[in-house]
């Protein structure tokens, strides 16, 4: 049992390559979702990249190596997102974690998505208060 408390998150999700599955079920929802995949099927057209890209965040998040530098909360400011849709985003992350890896990187991941959806929720009002 210790070994797995140990072990970061990245390690227990299976790397890079467990971080990739996890976000190609996701992001397969979120393409197909009434609400989440206009906006983001109008944006992203290079789908291989953008899993790329947001694996290195993920891999990060998780203590593990990676290449992502940054520039979260800017990517998303320009979206003219709304609070509902940050909530759509989370449950259908919610329900691909929990589908997909076992307790208790399952809550850890949601967690982590939950506090990025805090801060990414508070710069869009600040934006909307702002302009």
Not at 35 to 60: Q, T, Y
Not at 74 to 95: I, N, R, S, T
Not at 100 to 126: C, K, W, Y
């Amino acid at each position: 049992m210790s070994e797995i408390k140990s072990s970061s998150l990245y390690e227990r999700l299976g790397g890079h390559e467990g971080i990739a599955k996890l976000l190609r079920y996701f992001y397969a929802d979120v393409r197909q979702h009434a609400v989440l995949g206009p906006i983001f099927n109008a944006r992203i057209h290079d789908w291989p990249m953008h899993l790329e890209k947001i694996g290195e965040f993920w891999a990060l998040q998780t203590g593990g190596p990676s290449v992502y530098r940054g520039g979260f909360g800017a990517a998303h400011l320009g979206l003219d997102l709304q609070p509902e849709h940050f909530g759509h985003w989370l449950k259908l992350w919610d329900f691909n974690c929990q589908r997909n890896l076992t307790d208790p990187e399952a809550g850890e991941m949601s967690a982590i998505a939950h506090e990025f959806g805090r801060r990414l929720s508070r710069l869009v009002q600040m934006q909307a208060g702002s302009g």
